[in-house]
């Protein structure tokens, strides 16, 4: 998460306020190194099954916790982070499935060039669907 702040702050000139991150790329170190540079993360908060079944609360800062960390749990613990959340699966997430769907998994050629231009035109097609759709909802 890290280099994305600093590419952002380079070239908007100023870094993000708040940063929202899927689970998979949220860990308590980028946590604490974006919670410091008072940049508030919002990412799911992982916790094993097992913890989960003796009836923990996920939300509930751990013994070691930074005090970033201990924000952080207790944020995403709140209805305003849940519907923070939320609102990435309308954003994201339909874009991503569309891209699935049309059997967009992974890279088939090799390069950044040409893996640039494969995700382009993928980006591309998903647009011009979305903008389609949009001019025949707008008709009826």
């Not at 590419?7 to 929202?20: F, I, N, S, T, V």
Request: aromatic share 12%.
């Amino acid at each position: 998460m890290g280099p994305m702040v600093e590419q952002l702050q380079a070239h908007y000139g100023q870094r993000p306020r708040e940063y929202l991150a899927d689970g998979g790329f949220a860990t308590n170190g980028d946590i604490g190194k974006l919670a410091a540079r008072e940049i508030t993360v919002f990412a799911p908060v992982k916790c094993p099954a097992e913890i989960l079944e003796r009836g923990a609360d996920p939300f509930v800062p751990r013994a070691g916790d930074s005090q970033f960390i201990a924000a952080w749990r207790q944020r995403m613990g709140t209805t305003f982070a849940e519907e923070i959340y939320r609102q990435c699966s309308g954003i994201a997430e339909f874009p991503n499935a569309v891209f699935r769907n049309r059997g967009f998994r992974q890279f088939v050629v090799r390069g950044l060039e040409k893996a640039k231009a494969s995700t382009l035109s993928q980006v591309l097609a998903f647009n011009f669907t979305r903008i389609n759709t949009l001019v025949w909802l707008s008709r009826l």
